[in-house]
């Protein structure tokens, strides 16, 4: 018989089922908040659809309702062998030969069904430049499986291009890509086989340059296969080896771990040898809880978010419209000095007028009169200076009617419509956020029933 947690069949027990389908039931109802809000109808209207609408205009990235787990490796390191084994079906191509040489995603879903790399891009939204590296899009596959083992429906298992050294030509720069999908994915899983390929050059550059960026938080490092070393101390100068490479290439090497693993053989089997597999399974279980509780701080981080950005848009609002009261007050002075100007210069101009008219040349006995008799103590200076003073008021005119109209522009405000869709939008959000705690409780009360 098998012995400890290799005994284990690739079926789920009762508990991991309530806590596999509690824990997708709360990664789901939070995007499903993001998606269509607390409604399903045609009205329903979700976190993301508010934050992006032309009132508020933000930016807001949904949280994936599942992790993504990535599994590096030298060739023949049992990566697609694990995956098979997770989800208890061989979807992947195993063997000696170099089966993979791009980018596999393996999901769940209702139906089994296989994508291609443009179909792979649009189903990962996140993923779009990961098509701008040469050659990927040939090189990248969905396997979408029914499996309903273990916690498959909260994870997306990666695998990636087997590594080795040599003459093996990639159809596209692998350490390249895989160091970017590192920044894209929740879990780094790193296996080394024991039988030649542990310490490839090319592998060991690959976690040299994943230790070089933010993943050290990310990487758990396996040796898988330890069943193929039959004898403890050959197992054990394997791992010293292994040890040593790594030694000068990660970061946090004090504290460096590295399990042994192999998939557990048929129970009638006997095997005395230590399986650390439940520890590579842990580590997944581990990251999904850490995604549970990551999605519903960003649930209310984003809810506060769109909350204040509300209250920013129409505070601004009121200042616009306080703006524009002003620029209205100002625009009206500035045009009745217009006016005045005016005034004077049509004065100058009609003392200019009557004082040619009344002239002796034209019809000077017709003007003595009152009103003639009055202009007589401006006509000298208007008469005299005609010119620099029409030309003034002229240009007073010109000026003032150009600062009015620089002045006396009013900026768009919101309607009242629109102001009481923001308070419509707000009041949503607000019962979105109030759900973030029984979210909360829901997810553990079912911790708490799984401890008892």
Not at 159 to 170: A, E, K, S
């Given at each position: 018989?098998?012995?400890?947690?290799?005994?284990?069949?690739?079926?789920?027990?009762?508990?991991?089922?309530?806590?596999?389908?509690?824990?997708?039931?709360?990664?789901?109802?939070?995007?499903?908040?993001?998606?269509?809000?607390?409604?399903?109808?045609?009205?329903?209207?979700?976190?993301?659809?508010?934050?992006?609408?032309?009132?508020?205009?933000?930016?807001?990235?949904?949280?994936?309702?599942?992790?993504?787990?990535?599994?590096?490796?030298?060739?023949?390191?049992?990566?697609?062998?694990?995956?098979?084994?997770?989800?208890?079906?061989?979807?992947?191509?195993?063997?000696?030969?170099?089966?993979?040489?791009?980018?596999?995603?393996?999901?769940?879903?209702?139906?089994?069904?296989?994508?291609?790399?443009?179909?792979?891009?649009?189903?990962?939204?996140?993923?779009?430049?990961?098509?701008?590296?040469?050659?990927?899009?040939?090189?990248?596959?969905?396997?979408?499986?029914?499996?309903?083992?273990?916690?498959?429906?909260?994870?997306?298992?990666?695998?990636?291009?087997?590594?080795?050294?040599?003459?093996?030509?990639?159809?596209?720069?692998?350490?390249?890509?895989?160091?970017?999908?590192?920044?894209?994915?929740?879990?780094?899983?790193?296996?080394?086989?024991?039988?030649?390929?542990?310490?490839?050059?090319?592998?060991?550059?690959?976690?040299?340059?994943?230790?070089?960026?933010?993943?050290?938080?990310?990487?758990?490092?396996?040796?898988?296969?330890?069943?193929?070393?039959?004898?403890?101390?050959?197992?054990?100068?394997?791992?010293?080896?292994?040890?040593?490479?790594?030694?000068?290439?990660?970061?946090?090497?004090?504290?460096?771990?590295?399990?042994?693993?192999?998939?557990?053989?048929?129970?009638?089997?006997?095997?005395?040898?230590?399986?650390?597999?439940?520890?590579?399974?842990?580590?997944?279980?581990?990251?999904i809880n850490m995604t549970v509780q990551k999605n519903l701080k960003q649930l209310k981080t984003d809810c506060e978010r769109i909350l204040a950005r509300a209250e920013e848009v129409k505070t601004k609002d009121r200042e616009q419209k306080a703006t524009n009261v002003q620029?209205?007050?100002?625009?009206?002075?500035?045009?009745?000095?217009?006016?005045?100007?005016?005034?004077?210069?049509?004065?100058?101009?009609?003392?200019?007028?009557?004082?040619?008219?009344?002239?002796?040349?034209?019809?000077?006995?017709?003007?003595?009169?009152?009103?003639?008799?009055?202009?007589?103590?401006?006509?000298?200076?208007?008469?005299?200076?005609?010119?620099?003073?029409?030309g003034a008021a002229a240009g007073l005119v010109l000026v003032l009617m150009i600062v009015t109209k620089l002045t006396w522009r009013v900026q768009p405000v919101l309607t009242k419509k629109q102001l009481q869709q923001i308070d419509s939008y707000a009041q949503v959000v607000?019962?979105?956020?109030?759900?973030?705690?029984?979210?909360?409780?829901?997810?553990?009360?079912?911790?708490?029933?799984?401890?008892?």
């Amino acid at each position: 018989m098998v012995n400890g947690p290799a005994k284990r069949k690739s079926g789920k027990t009762q508990m991991e089922e309530i806590m596999s389908g509690a824990t997708e039931k709360v990664l789901k109802q939070i995007t499903d908040l993001y998606d269509f809000g607390l409604g399903d109808g045609p009205g329903a209207i979700g976190l993301k659809a508010i934050a992006e609408s032309p009132l508020l205009r933000m930016t807001l990235r949904k949280p994936r309702k599942k992790i993504s787990v990535m599994i590096v490796g030298n060739h023949s390191a049992g990566k697609s062998s694990f995956i098979n084994w997770y989800i208890g079906e061989s979807i992947q191509k195993t063997g000696v030969a170099i089966e993979t040489r791009g980018f596999t995603f393996v999901t769940s879903g209702k139906k089994r069904e296989t994508l291609q790399g443009d179909a792979t891009v649009r189903f990962y939204d996140h993923l779009n430049s990961f098509g701008d590296f040469n050659g990927i899009m040939a090189n990248l596959f969905t396997e979408i499986s029914t499996s309903r083992d273990k916690n498959f429906s909260c994870v997306d298992l990666i695998d990636t291009p087997g590594l080795v050294d040599g003459d093996m030509q990639y159809p596209f720069n692998v350490q390249d890509a895989i160091v970017w999908m590192a920044d894209h994915v929740d879990l780094i899983l790193i296996f080394f086989d024991p039988i030649g390929q542990a310490t490839c050059k090319r592998c060991m550059e690959v976690v040299e340059r994943l230790n070089n960026g933010p993943h050290l938080e990310k990487i758990h490092y396996f040796m898988s296969k330890a069943d193929a070393v039959d004898k403890e101390h050959d197992r054990q100068r394997v791992l010293i080896q292994i040890t040593q490479n790594l030694a000068t290439r990660i970061r946090n090497s004090h504290a460096f771990n590295l399990p042994t693993f192999y998939l557990p053989r048929d129970e009638s089997a006997d095997c005395t040898i230590p399986n650390a597999i439940e520890d590579v399974c842990k580590e997944i279980d581990k990251s999904i809880n850490m995604t549970v509780q990551k999605n519903l701080k960003q649930l209310k981080t984003d809810c506060e978010r769109i909350l204040a950005r509300a209250e920013e848009v129409k505070t601004k609002d009121r200042e616009q419209k306080a703006t524009n009261v002003q620029r209205t007050m100002q625009g009206v002075l500035l045009a009745l000095l217009t006016l005045a100007a005016a005034a004077l210069m049509g004065m100058i101009f009609t003392t200019r007028f009557i004082d040619t008219l009344c002239s002796e040349a034209l019809l000077g006995h017709l003007c003595d009169n009152g009103a003639a008799r009055a202009m007589q103590h401006v006509q000298p200076t208007v008469t005299n200076n005609f010119n620099s003073l029409f030309g003034a008021a002229a240009g007073l005119v010109l000026v003032l009617m150009i600062v009015t109209k620089l002045t006396w522009r009013v900026q768009p405000v919101l309607t009242k419509k629109q102001l009481q869709q923001i308070d419509s939008y707000a009041q949503v959000v607000k019962r979105i956020a109030e759900q973030e705690d029984n979210l909360y409780k829901d997810y553990f009360k079912t911790l708490s029933t799984m401890e008892h």
